[in-house]
């Protein structure tokens, strides 16, 4: 993650994610975050995914499908029912992508209209409160990267 962090933008990642290439910023330019309150260490989803499919076998994808997925999903989504509920709760709503991060367990949702995500909001939040300690936060993309979206309700100051 840190030569993505020090470079900044949008990027592309190869290899162990030290190859950046600089990408433009997805059409879809909002987001919900969904953390489904249990963590997966990357040490223990590498060695769920090279169990069913071992380093040497993999292949890259075809030309055109690079970056289309994550194979970690259907193996993180096994192993930890939490992120696997966390994933399908986006899934499932108005999103045009949904990804698992990384090697799990947080997954996020892409929109296209700012008005779908704010509408999905309401949903997911009502969907995870069965999850002890998920959680789920909005979050938009800029020209440089996502940026949280906070609503800040003011408290009224006593006098």
């Known amino acids: 993650d840190v030569p ?5 933008g949008t990027q592309r990642a190869r290899g162990i ?3 950046l290439k600089a990408a433009e910023p997805p059409v879809e ?3 919900i975050l ?5 963590g997966v260490s990357t040490r223990q989803a590498y060695e769920w995914l090279d169990a069913v499919s071992p380093p040497e076998g993999r292949s890259l994808p075809p030309p055109g ?5 994550n194979d970690f999903e259907p193996v993180v ?9 966390g994933f399908e709760v986006l899934a499932v709503g108005l999103a045009r992508t949904v990804r698992m991060s990384g090697s799990g367990s947080a997954s996020y949702a892409l929109y296209t209209k700012e008005s779908d995500r704010d509408g ?3 949903r ?3 969907a995870l409160a069965g999850i002890p300690g998920a959680g789920h936060w909005p979050f938009g993309i800029a020209a440089h990267g996502a940026r949280p979206e906070r609503r800040i309700r003011r408290a009224r100051r006593r006098r």
């Open 17 to 19: 994610g030290d190859r």
């Open 65 to 69: 499908l690079a970056g289309r997925g």
């Open 120 to 122: 999905d909001l309401e």
């Open 34 to 38: 969904v953390w489904p309150g249990v």
């Open 77 to 85: 989504a096994a192993h930890c029912p939490e992120a696997g509920r």
């Open 4 to 8: 993505f962090f020090l470079e900044g």
């Open 124 to 126: 997911v939040g009502a």
């Open 29 to 31: 330019r909002w987001g």
